[in-house]
């Protein structure tokens, strides 16, 4: 069974969906919570596999509840859900650590896929946030005009890093390959960004596959 979290401040969508998604196998709702902080406290405490997360919540954002908890829980996997796939949102969403992005009119099903493959280690994105990442991707640095290439920034151990995220894995999965901290694993993800000037890991996946690293 899958352990899940529900976070969202609008109590009519956030019951309905936690019991849609408890009549559906393999899934097991553990909590709900009608605000960021609520959010947080629930998932230290109920450690759930995935937490389902709103973007916009007035307590406490989504992006900032989904960094706080991966902050001492880098093993929960979260997917954001709201009602926009504007670029800021994504953006914002996938920088604090989400694996997913779905919107909240995404059908139970296609939901419960995406809780399953987040489970799996997997990222999902909603086809308007995965055109936006894309987009971003093609529009990613390339070589200067002498001939030098981002990727030459890297340091050798950010190069490895950068090679697991390729591969799709997350903070802990790399720290435990690399026998190195969470944080430490954070920290060169962060530097890895900023030498590449991509806005978060799921971009700097794509990138890394799409030159060849791996």
């Known amino acids: 069974m899958i352990?899940?979290?529900?976070?969202?401040d609008h109590d009519l969508f956030r019951t309905g969906l936690a019991s849609l998604l408890s009549a559906t196998d393999g899934i097991q709702v553990v909590g709900q919570a009608s605000g960021g902080r609520m959010g947080v406290r629930l998932a230290l405490e109920l450690l759930p596999d995935v937490v389902l997360m709103d973007v916009r919540m007035p307590d406490l954002s989504g992006p900032e509840a989904t960094a706080q908890i991966l902050e001492h829980r880098p093993e929960i996997r979260v997917l954001a859900l709201t009602v926009t796939s504007a670029e800021s949102a994504v953006e914002t969403v996938l920088r604090a650590g989400a694996c997913g992005f779905l919107a909240k009119d995404t059908p139970v099903d296609?939901?419960?896929?995406?809780?399953?493959?987040?489970?799996?280690?997997a990222a999902w994105l909603s086809p308007a946030a995965a055109e936006l990442v894309l987009g971003q991707v093609r529009a990613a640095p390339q070589p200067s005009s002498d001939g030098s290439h981002p990727l030459e920034e890297l340091t050798p151990r950010e190069t490895e890093v950068l090679r697991l995220l390729a591969e799709g894995l997350e903070n802990a999965e790399i720290a435990a390959a690399l026998s190195i901290s969470p944080r430490t694993a954070k920290n060169h993800v962060s530097s890895i960004l900023g030498k590449l000037g991509l806005p978060s890991r799921v971009q700097a996946a794509v990138y890394a596959v799409r030159q060849g690293v791996g």
């Open 110 to 121: 296609s939901l419960a896929a995406a809780i399953q493959a987040a489970a799996s280690g």
């Open 3 to 8: 352990r899940v979290l529900v976070v969202d």
